[in-house]
Each structure stands twice: as structure tokens, then as C-alpha cells.
């Protein structure tokens, strides 16, 4: 079959790769239809480096048809139509028992320290085979795979695998609901989603995104958009009698804008081994913590930051005196997609479309166009938001 693989520093390329095959009894092989590039994606293909081999397939944002399952497969059978979540978590031990998907006890890489495995993402999260390719093998099928209608567009259930959930439990995070006032820093296909949904819960939303053409379709979704400057944040304090919103999502995380390589290597530092880990801390600065920083300034007295963006490195510093003395909560981590499904699915499948995920999308190109349709999304060239990749489009040209 057809994959997307890594092949070095921001170099990926497609190639013919063995089909995937049941290897336990619990997983099951999936057809796919719809695949999609993340901005955690980026991450791999610019400083995740050391931790990939060349070959590996990557992708964690899949969905498609069931093609094969294992002996001990009960939930679903070839035909049916899935979504596949980016963690792969058994459902039965005592983190996933509590909906902490993303830190499963079965599938949690002790090598690298890290919670459950994820599909396509690194040696640090399992060297798991991802789904950016033609067919995926998911392991845990019974718990992992979201059955669906055949009715509707791929669109509207394919963001159930990560960036709708992530934005769901961003939120969630932040408390926001009706009569509240939420900033959304950051607005990529997760802020989009976070700021679309607290509108959606009843929220006042503010949009601080430095690209038009991201501010332009927050908008169109009720979003009070701004560039990051100081007079956003004045904007904002004015409009909450001077307080600051209740809460403020952080959609950026470590590829603030201008610098990609400088937020990746810090968001690395805190897990290489010492002495890369250093010298990598020496040449870099904690200006990509802009975004972290805004918002901790931003959120009034008592207010929760609610970090989805993707941020590391031991050696940060961060405004602890101002954080205790405003009184904030910090809430963060990655997304536990399985324990916000059923919230979200019925929203997915509304015909008015709340959420507005038939919004979302910029490209749909044929998989083999993923080389320069990962260089188009990094650099966010040609209007770039999301990009989805489909590898039934290959089949068509060969
Ligand atoms: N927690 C999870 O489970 C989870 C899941 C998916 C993605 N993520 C992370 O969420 C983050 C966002 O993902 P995405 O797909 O939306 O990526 P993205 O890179 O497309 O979005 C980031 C956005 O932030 C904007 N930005 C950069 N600097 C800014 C600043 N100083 N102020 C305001 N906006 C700024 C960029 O222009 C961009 O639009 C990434 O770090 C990704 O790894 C986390
Ligand atoms: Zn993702
Ligand atoms: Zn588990």
C-alpha cells in the first residue's frame, strides 16, 4: 500500500510500504478514506527528529471503512464506517476507567517516560505505524474505533479522531459556559474549534490570531477576532469591565509564529538526554512561551488558562509570582478523545451544523501530495488552514 513517511528533517514522501495485518486479536485493519495533517504533525516533521526513523508512517487523524477485524473484535465488523482517535487506549484499566484515555496503563510507553501510545507519532509515543496511509492497523479496536452513519460527508465525523475532541475538552478546561467570557489565543484548526464551541455553550468569545485569513473565518463563526498586539488586550480588558475573560484557551503552544524551529526545540529539551537537551536550550530562547505568557496575563483575577497547545522543555520560565497571586488554574494535557464522543457526535450530525466543521477545511489533495502539502501547511502559504489528505484519490490514479 501507499503510505506518508518520514524521511528526515522536514522531508516526508509517499512510498509502497507492506499492507498492515492483524497482529492481536483485539485489533482491527481500517480502510482509509479521509486522513488529516495536525499541527502536532509539524512538530515530527521539524524537531521530534531524534525520535523518528527514516520510514516510519506517519498520521494520527483518520477515518475510513473495516476492512478486517481480530478474532476478539466484538464492536465492529468489516463494512462498518469508523473514525480512529489518535490515542490508542484499551478502555479497561484504571486510567481509562476514569476517562484519562491519554495516559491508558496498557498502551503507556514507559521506555520514553510518556503516556499511552499514539498513532504515527515518534518512538516516544510507540513507533505505532500512522494513518496517513491506505490502510491502518488499530490496535484496542473495540474502545478505539467511533462506528458512524453512512450518510453524511467524511468532513463532518473525520475531526472526531483529535482537533474537535482536543477543542471539546479545551473548553471543558476552562469552565466556560453561558454569560462568560473565554479569549481563544491561537485560532488554527483547534482554536477555531475551541472558540467555535464556548460560542456555542453560550460564551462571549474573543479570536487572537496574527493571520487574516484565520481571523476572517473565526468571524464568520461569531468569533470578536484581533491581531496579538497590546491593543487586543486592551480591547478585551475594556469589554470585561477591566477584569480580563473568565478563562483563555491557549491554541498555539510551542510553533508560535515566526520561529517554528526555536518552538520545537524547546518543547524537545525537557525530554533528550542532557547534554543535546542543554545544548539545545542554549540557542534557545523563551520567546515561544509569547503566547502562554499573553494569557496568563490576559485572564482575569481567579480565571482559568486552559493550555491545548503542545508545550515542554524543563528550563521554562514561567510568571509563578503573578500566576499564585491572581489566583489562576492551569489545566492542560492531551486530549482524551474517547470520553467526549457522545457529547460530541449528536453535534457532528446536527444538519444546522453548530460547530461549523464543514468550515474548516482549505485542501483535500490526493495522499501522494502530502510532500508538498505538508511544506504548504507549515509555512501557511495559499491560505492554508487544514488540509486532508485522500488516499481513495490515489487509487484513482493509478
Ligand atoms: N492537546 C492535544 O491533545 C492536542 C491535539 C491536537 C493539537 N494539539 C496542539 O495544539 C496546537 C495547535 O494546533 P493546530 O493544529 O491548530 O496548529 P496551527 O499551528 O495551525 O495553529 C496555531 C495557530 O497559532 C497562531 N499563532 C502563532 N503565534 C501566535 C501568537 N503569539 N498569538 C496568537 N496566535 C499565534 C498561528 O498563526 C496559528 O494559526 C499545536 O501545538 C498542536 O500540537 C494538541
Ligand atoms: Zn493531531
Ligand atoms: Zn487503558
Known sequence: MKAVTWQGKRTV???????????EHTDAVVRVTSTAICGSDLHLYEVLSPYMTPGDVVGHEPMGIVEEVGAGVTHVVPGDRVVVPFNIACGHCWMCRRGLQSQCETTQVTESGCGAALLGYSKLYGQVPGGQAEYLRVPHADHGLIKIGHQLPDERYLFLSDILPTAWQAVQHAGVGEGQSVAVVGLGPVGQFAARIARHLGARVYGIEPLRERRDMAARHGVEVMAPDDEALATIREAT???????????VG???HGNPVAAGAQHVVGILPDVLGRKLMSTVGSD?????HTSIDLVRRGGTVSLSGVYGGAASPMPLLRMFDKQLTLRMGQCNV????????????????????????THRLPLEQAPAAYEMFQKKTDGCIKVVLDPTATDRAN
Open 13 to 23: 514522501s509517499v512510498e509502497e510500504v507492506p499492507d498492515p495485518q492483524i497482529v
Open 288 to 292: 515561544r512561551l509569547s503566547a502562554l
Open 338 to 361: 474517547r470520553s467526549w464522543t457522545d457529547d460530541l457526535l449528536p453535534l457532528v450530525e446536527d444538519p444546522a451544523d453548530p460547530l461549523g466543521v464543514q468550515d474548516l477545511v
Open 254 to 256: 510551542m510553533e508560535a
Open 241 to 251: 469591565e477591566g477584569r480580563g475573560p473568565d478563562a483563555v484557551v491557549d491554541a
